[in-house]
């Protein structure tokens, strides 16, 4: 929760050149999809270090709690990935590999507060409600005009106050028990009248997170905003970070990639889709003479 407030509030100090064309929002490219899945993988590889680590033993009852946070953690990240991916695919009419590896990390930030203390079967439930909280606030984020690149506050700000809500709601008193040794639950159980108690001291954790890093990242935004020490210049963001920082860049730039759904689109007609651009190996290339985007892979 504290890094994705912090990156709506620095999106919304930032905000983006060219992403808002007429008041619409207007399709960037990106460098490579491929990289982007690998990351994810990394990060739900990751994540079992992260929560099953967490039990800090792996002995007598800790083991039994590890285990079953791996699965939990499994199941939340796979149901929320398959989930934002047929939501995208329903809204955008494709299936978008973006969507999918934002989905599966919204489903890991979802379950991890509440991993160790339910069900199998709830991590499921939690997986695609955090699949579709996902994809709702990433779109409102579009539709305020806010422009989060890589979608972080929709990920680990809003997915990460529904896990907070899901644990005071669906912690069972025994898997509370064996991971902490205490009595408290969910407010969808009894366990001597604390499940309501543990619900409304999530409820004080989330207000309080977004009280403290809300104030503490607007003035610290703010501040570099009046000092324009916030963004780069516009000839930087042109020609890209990679080679005004660090003498070369990253990707190849002379040509652009765009998805063969950009060219392509399903809402023109078959001759016109033809006569766009040329195929190649599932992308279109088009001459990057005076666009010095990055390239993005279909």
Not at 36 to 58: D, E, H, P, R
């Amino acid at each position: 929760m504290v890094g994705g407030l912090t990156a709506l509030i620095g999106a919304i100090f930032l905000g983006r050149s060219g992403k808002y064309v007429g008041g619409k929002a207007q399709t960037m490219v990106f460098q490579s999809s491929t990289f982007q899945t690998l990351g994810t993988l990394i990060l739900w590889f990751g994540w079992y270090g992260f929560n099953c680590g967490s039990t800090l033993a792996m002995s007598g009852k800790a083991s039994d709690v590890a285990g079953k946070v791996a699965a939990t953690t499994t199941i939340a990240a796979a149901s929320s990935g398959v989930t934002s991916t047929i939501i995208g695919f329903i809204v955008e009419g494709h299936i978008d590999i973006t969507r999918t590896n934002n989905g599966i990390l919204a489903g890991l930030v979802s379950i991890t507060a509440g991993c160790s203390v339910v069900d199998v079967e709830l991590a499921f439930v939690i997986g695609i409600i955090g699949g579709v909280i996902y994809y709702s606030s990433s779109q409102l984020l579009v539709v305020a005009h806010v422009d989060d690149v890589v979608d972080a506050s929709p990920v680990h700000f809003f997915c990460g106050m529904w896990g907070t809500i899901a644990a005071g709601l669906f912690a069972v008193p025994d898997n509370v028990e064996m991971a902490y040794g205490t009595k408290s639950c969910g407010a969808f159980y009894k366990c001597n009248g604390n499940g309501g108690k543990q619900f409304g001291a999530n409820l004080v954790f989330i207000l309080a997170v977004i009280a403290w890093v809300g104030l503490f990242a607007v003035i610290i935004f703010g501040i570099l905003s009046l000092l324009r020490m916030l963004r780069v210049s516009d000839e930087t963001e042109k020609i890209g970070l990679d080679i005004k920082e660090h003498g070369g860049a990253a990707y190849e730039m002379n040509t652009r990639r765009k998805s063969v759904w950009d060219s392509f689109s399903k809402d023109k007609p078959k001759k016109q889709r033809l006569e766009t651009g040329k195929s190649v190996e599932g992308v279109v290339i088009e001459n990057n003479e005076n666009n010095t985007g990055p390239v993005a892979e279909a």
